[in-house]
């Protein structure tokens, strides 16, 4: 077979229509030429149909404009031009091609028309629509989970943020959304500065995660932020760039210290817990005492301590009101029409609340054993009240029994009478003193209020 170097219009048209993408040949009119099986097989119908069809009028009408316009500066810049668009199959799908044109040449060196060629693009349309819509959801449950992303460029230490990296950092939104590393950590607080120039010397350096915890300046005050990043090298390995996301915890922060400071507190007053309960059993439960009465006496003080820390447990360890703290005290000694109770609206602190309630105890257990709450006709006047004046304010309670037996000083103090003359003065940091008169039991407190017992 002897190849000669001229292809006649039969090889081409075979060449052509062996091609699997549609191809095309113009003339100066615009008119085709030429079309191969692909082409056809895009548009439908025969040959001569597909060579006389006007190509706007299967394009979409959102491309139409842009195309007709980039077409008409293409044929007249007499060079090769690349466009894209969507055009409608003859199934009615509509597709995305690339067509690529360039001129064609007469023996003579005249300008003929053109000749083209589509390739389907559709594919990778979808995967950059795709693409695009992937990185607005990122953005979106980014800027809804209330971060901010950030790069850098490793060589020159000079990056770009989202614009809510601005809310972040307290200022206005504004179009420049670049600036440098020494622009962010100039913005950090100067307790927090070394340790994040160390972790982004300690990532850029040695590629190391970048997680930190940091306070940052703002004009509305100073604010928590979390970072993490992570370094992005080269294929040769070479460090590229740094990136990463930031996001606020002050809440969490300030969550975290009211939990410690919950802790502390919480350790501190089971110590306190501790001792009173070792204070109490060392004092009921001694060899000279009978078994059942030091068992009584023991699950009595117990159960007013626990009363005490149930009062105070409803009112989250807050100040508590003075009435209430009593009446929960004197209920389960019986007959509350007994007692008279008497003073002003007033909360006192929990430790208060508790050194007051085991009095408060003591005293209604020795008038029902033996004083006023022993007989019929036996009452108790609780009052208490403060000083009106300015300094250091002043509270007073007043135990005072009538009605019952006789009374008369014993010959030594018992445990109930030491806790409340000397535990609850000791603990109030006060005065206390109790009386045996002949017309009944009388307990006189004399303690400084605390402020937060103050209402």
């Given at each position: 077979?002897?190849?000669?170097?001229?292809?006649?219009?039969?090889?081409f048209?075979?060449?052509?229509?062996?091609?699997?993408?549609?191809?095309?040949?113009?003339?100066?009119?615009?008119?085709?030429?030429?079309?191969?099986?692909?082409?056809?097989?895009?548009?439908?119908?025969?040959?001569?149909?597909?060579?006389?069809?006007?190509?706007?009028?299967?394009?979409?009408?959102?491309?139409?404009?842009?195309?007709?316009?980039?077409?008409?500066?293409?044929?007249?810049s007499?060079?090769?031009?690349?466009?894209?668009?969507?055009?409608?199959?003859?199934?009615?799908?509509?597709?995305?091609?690339?067509?690529?044109?360039?001129?064609?040449?007469?023996?003579?060196?005249?300008?003929?028309?053109?000749?083209?060629?589509?390739?389907?693009?559709?594919e990778?349309?979808e995967?950059?629509?795709?693409?695009?819509?992937?990185?607005?959801?990122?953005?979106?449950?980014?800027?809804?989970?209330?971060?901010?992303?950030?790069?850098?460029?490793?060589?020159?230490?000079?990056?770009r943020w989202?614009?809510?990296?601005?809310?972040?950092?307290?200022?206005?939104?504004?179009?420049?959304?670049?600036?440098?590393?020494d622009?962010?950590?100039?913005?950090?607080?100067?307790?927090?500065?070394?340790?994040?120039?160390?972790?982004?010397?300690?990532?850029?350096?040695?590629?190391?995660?970048?997680?930190?915890?940091?306070?940052?300046?703002?004009?509305?005050g100073?604010?928590?932020?979390?970072?993490?990043?992570?370094?992005?090298?080269?294929?040769?390995?070479?460090?590229?760039?740094?990136?990463?996301?930031?996001?606020?915890?002050?809440?969490?922060?300030?969550?975290?210290?009211?939990?410690?400071?919950?802790?502390?507190?919480l350790?501190?007053?089971?110590?306190?817990?501790?001792a009173?309960?070792q204070?109490?059993?060392?004092q009921?439960?001694?060899?000279?005492v009978?078994?059942?009465?030091?068992?009584?006496?023991?699950?009595?003080?117990?159960?007013?301590?626990?009363?005490?820390?149930?009062?105070?447990?409803?009112?989250?360890?807050?100040?508590?009101?003075?009435?209430?703290?009593?009446?929960?005290?004197?209920?389960?000694?019986?007959?509350p029409?007994?007692?008279?109770?008497?003073?002003?609206?007033?909360?006192?602190?929990?430790?208060?609340?508790?050194?007051?309630?085991?009095?408060?105890?003591?005293?209604?257990?020795?008038?029902v054993?033996?004083?006023?709450?022993?007989?019929?006709?036996?009452?108790?006047?609780?009052?208490?009240s403060?000083?009106?004046?300015?300094?250091?304010?002043?509270?007073r309670?007043?135990?005072?029994?009538?009605?019952?037996?006789?009374?008369?000083a014993?010959?030594?103090?018992?445990f109930?009478t030491?806790?409340?003359?000397?535990?609850?003065?000791?603990?109030?940091?006060?005065?206390?003193?109790?009386t045996?008169?002949a017309?009944?039991?009388?307990?006189?407190?004399d303690a400084?209020?605390?402020?937060?017992?103050?209402?």
């Open positions: 077979m002897q190849v000669t170097d001229r292809i006649t219009a039969g090889d048209r075979l060449i052509a229509d062996s091609a699997p993408v549609p191809m095309w040949v113009t003339d100066l009119n615009r008119r085709r030429s030429f079309v191969n099986k692909a082409y056809v097989g895009f548009v439908g119908g025969d040959y001569a149909d597909a060579t006389a069809l006007d190509w706007r009028t299967i394009i979409h009408p959102e491309d139409a404009a842009r195309i007709t316009a980039e077409s008409t500066a293409g044929e007249a007499l060079g090769t031009f690349t466009l894209e668009a969507r055009y409608r199959r003859a199934d009615g799908e509509w597709r995305w091609l690339q067509s690529v044109s360039q001129p064609r040449w007469g023996s003579g060196g005249e300008h003929d028309g053109f000749i083209g060629v589509a390739h389907d693009v559709t990778r349309h995967a950059e629509a795709s693409l695009r819509q992937s990185a607005e959801s990122l953005r979106l449950a980014i800027e809804g989970a209330g971060m901010a992303t950030w790069e850098a460029d490793l060589r020159t230490a000079r990056g989202s614009p809510n990296r601005f809310d972040l950092l307290g200022y206005p939104r504004t179009d420049d959304h670049s600036g440098s590393v622009d962010w950590l100039a913005r950090v607080h100067p307790d927090d500065e070394g340790i994040a120039r160390d972790a982004v010397a300690r990532c850029f350096g040695q590629g190391e995660p970048y997680n930190i915890d940091y306070r940052i300046r703002r004009p509305d100073i604010r928590w932020l979390q970072s993490h990043g992570s370094r992005i090298d080269y294929r040769d390995g070479r460090p590229s760039r740094f990136v990463g996301v930031s996001f606020d915890i002050t809440e969490r922060k300030t969550a975290e210290a009211r939990q410690q400071l919950l802790i502390d507190e350790n501190h007053r089971v110590k306190n817990m501790l009173i309960v204070g109490i059993a060392h009921t439960l001694k060899p000279d009978d078994p059942l009465a030091a068992r009584a006496a023991f699950e009595g003080r117990l159960a007013a301590l626990a009363a005490a820390h149930n009062l105070l447990t409803d009112q989250h360890w807050s100040p508590v009101p003075m009435r209430r703290v009593i009446e929960e005290t004197i209920a389960p000694h019986g007959r029409q007994a007692f008279r109770l008497a003073g002003p609206d007033l909360l006192v602190a929990p430790k208060t609340a508790v050194s007051i309630a085991l009095a408060i105890h003591e005293l209604a257990t020795n008038a054993k033996y004083g006023a709450l022993s007989v019929a006709q036996g009452s108790v006047a609780v009052d208490w403060t000083n009106a004046g300015e300094g250091e304010q002043r509270l309670m007043e135990w005072r029994e009538r009605g019952g037996p006789s009374v008369a014993p010959a030594r103090r018992g109930g030491r806790m409340i003359e000397r535990g609850l003065a000791a603990e109030l940091n006060g005065t206390v003193s109790v045996f008169a017309e009944g039991v009388r307990c006189v407190v400084p209020l605390p402020a937060e017992g103050r209402g």
